[in-house]
């Protein structure tokens, strides 16, 4: 008698609830996969457009950086040194500048006078130099 629900006469009624139920539950998983999507896409954007932010920012300021160094470069290191650290210290994300003549970096803020092979010389570089100094 436990089991009298499942007559032939309720049979019918039965397949439609578990149907019902089955419709309900593909339904709810569907929209939770939806909403789950949407918002993790929304915040993928959220954040791309976060760091498209940060970057421009960071180049802007080094453009700025190397556009207020591009005078000192025809200048003797030992005149110019100082005033390329001041220039470090008060231009967030640039750590920096050097200063190149003839393919060779000549003055560093970091070291001052220097004398090594300026790497970004060549084509491959070419991407990340903000500005091409005097030579």
Not at 12 to 40: E, G, K
Not at 98 to 121: K, M, T, V
Not at 122 to 129: L, S
């Amino acid at each position: 008698m436990a089991l009298s629900f499942l007559r032939r006469s309720n049979m019918p009624r039965l397949l439609a609830s578990l149907l019902c139920c089955t419709a309900l539950i593909l339904i709810s998983l569907a929209t939770l996969y939806w909403q789950t999507w949407s918002l993790t896409r929304q915040q993928a954007q959220n954040a791309a457009e976060r760091a498209m932010v940060q970057i421009d920012s960071a180049l802007l300021h080094s453009t700025q950086a190397a556009r207020a160094a591009l005078p000192l470069a025809s200048r003797p290191c030992a005149e110019v040194a100082r005033e390329l650290r001041v220039l470090v210290a008060t231009s967030p994300y640039v750590r920096s500048v050097n200063l190149s003549r003839h393919g060779r970096l000549y003055c560093s803020s970091i070291f001052d006078e220097i004398d090594l092979i300026d790497e970004l010389q060549d084509g491959q570089h070419e991407r990340f130099k903000l500005n091409a100094v005097t030579r």
